[in-house]
Structure formats: structure tokens, C-alpha cells
């Protein structure tokens, strides 16, 4: 039984097991590029990332004919911004499923995701930015009874 303490100055002696933070580790494929996936509304977007000029193409296009609005393109490029590798890396998109504003939405994440994959020290910056976060919501479903989701028919005394 010497394992039972018998005075107060031997519990400060005493160390709990702090657990560690997991430590991420860079994940490339054979071709020098991080691979992840995306998600936003209906739409699924995966993006591959490789050193190079800063070239990003969305569905074999290139992003300022693909995403002719400049909001999404600056939507886009936010975790890049964030994370100070705005021309550093080239960005390949396969985007399918949604509107423009989700695919924009996923293409954001995916970048995200794939920053985190090729350099795992970026981590704390984007998750600070929230751009690791998927945004989980989605079209609510049409119910019968009523116009829309939610909206009711429209009321008639006559």
C-alpha cells in the first residue's frame, strides 16, 4: 500500500497525465498534391492543391469565367488570404451538385481543408477564421398543406 499518498507535500509531487493535442500530419498523394472534399448546401466540391503560381481552375474553367461574380471569387479566395498563400499554390476544382453561391461555399471548404492537409500548421489560423467549419444548412423540405416549407396558401374569407 505505498502507492496511497500520506501527506499534502507528496500530492504536489503528484503529475496528472495531461492528454496531448493530436498532432496532424501532412497527407500528399504519389503527385506532390493534398486532396480534400468540400460541402455546402447541395453542392460537393473536390479540390486537389500542388505548389505552383497561384492558378485555380473550377471544372477544367478558369475560376474568373466559372465564378463571374467578383464575391464569390473573393469568397473563394478567403482562406488563402487568411492564411497568407494567396500565390503559392495551384488550386484544381471538380464541383457538382447546387447554385453558384454553394458551389462557392465548397470550393471554400474543400481549399480550406486541402490548405490544412499539404501544411498541418495552417490549422489554428483557418479554424480561427471558421473556414474549416462546415455550414450545415440546407433547403428545408416543401410540406403538405402548404405553399412552400412554411408558407401557408393564401387566406380567403369568400
Known amino acids: 500500500m505505498s502507492d496511497t499518498m500520506q501527506s499534502l507535500d507528496q500530492l504536489g509531487a503528484l503529475k496528472t497525465a495531461q492528454p496531448e493535442a493530436p ?23 473536390r479540390v486537389w492543391i500542388k ?28 482562406p488563402l488570404v487568411a492564411s497568407s498563400r494567396v500565390d503559392q499554390y495551384d ?9 453558384l453561391s454553394g ?4 470550393v471554400r471548404h474543400g481549399i480550406s481543408k486541402a490548405l490544412t492537409n499539404f501544411e498541418p500548421d495552417l490549422r489554428g489560423v483557418l479554424k480561427k477564421g471558421g473556414f474549416l467549419t462546415r455550414d450545415s444548412r440546407v433547403v428545408e423540405r416543401k410540406k403538405y398543406g402548404k405553399a412552400k416549407a412554411r408558407r401557408s396558401f393564401q387566406f380567403s374569407k369568400r
Open 23 to 45: 498532432k496532424y500530419v501532412k497527407k500528399i498523394d504519389k503527385q506532390g498534391r493534398a486532396y480534400a472534399t468540400g460541402k455546402r448546401k447541395d453542392a460537393v466540391a
Open 103 to 106: 458551389q462557392a461555399g465548397a
Open 51 to 78: 505548389p505552383g503560381a497561384g492558378k485555380i481552375t473550377v471544372n477544367a474553367r478558369e475560376v474568373a469565367t466559372y465564378f463571374a461574380r467578383p464575391v464569390l471569387r473573393m469568397l473563394i479566395q478567403q
Open 91 to 99: 488550386i484544381i476544382c471538380t464541383v457538382a451538385g447546387g447554385g
